[in-house]
C-alpha cells in the first residue's frame, strides 16, 4: 500500500499561513474519511480535521475551526490542510492518516486512523 507523504510545513509568524500537503500516488483508499492531526512537545496527539472521501463533507477541531481547511485534489490524489491566521499554539508536527472502512461520521481518535507517516513540523513563532 503506498504511504502517504506529508509535506509543506515550516516556520511562520504568529498571523501568517501555510499550506500543507498529503500526497498519496497511486493509492486506492477504502475509508470514508481522511484526517490530519497533530502533535506538540510534551502532549498526544491529537485530531484537527477531515474530509469525506465520497461527498467531502468536513469537521474541525474547535481550536482550528475558521483558520483551517482541509480539502481534496482528487486527480491528484492528494489533500492538503491550508492554515490561516496561525497562533504559536499551532506548533507541531502535523501529520495526515486515513480513517477506517465504515464507520460513523465524525470520528476524531487517533486510534481510528492510521498508519502514521514522518509528518512535517510547523513552527508558529510570536
Known amino acids: 500500500q503506498v504511504q502517504l507523504v506529508e509535506s509543506g510545513g515550516g516556520l511562520v509568524q504568529a498571523g501568517g499561513s501555510l499550506r500543507l500537503s498529503c500526497a498519496a500516488p497511486?493509492?486506492?483508499?477504502?475509508?470514508?474519511?481522511m484526517g490530519w492531526f497533530r502533535q506538540a512537545p510534551g502532549k498526544e496527539r491529537e485530531f484537527v480535521a477531515a474530509i469525506g472521501l465520497s461527498g467531502g463533507s468536513t469537521y474541525y477541531a474547535e481550536s482550528v475551526e475558521g483558520r483551517f481547511t482541509i480539502y481534496r485534489d482528487r486527480p491528484q490524489n492528494t489533500f492538503y490542510l491550508q492554515m490561516n491566521s496561525l497562533k504559536p499554539e499551532d506548533t507541531a508536527v502535523y501529520y495526515c492518516a486515513e480513517g477506517p472502512a465504515k464507520g460513523p461520521w465524525g470520528i476524531t481518535r487517533t486510534a481510528d486512523f492510521g498508519p502514521w507517516g514522518q509528518g512535517t513540523q510547523v513552527t508558529v513563532s510570536s
Open positions: 497511486g493509492r486506492t483508499f477504502r475509508s470514508y474519511v
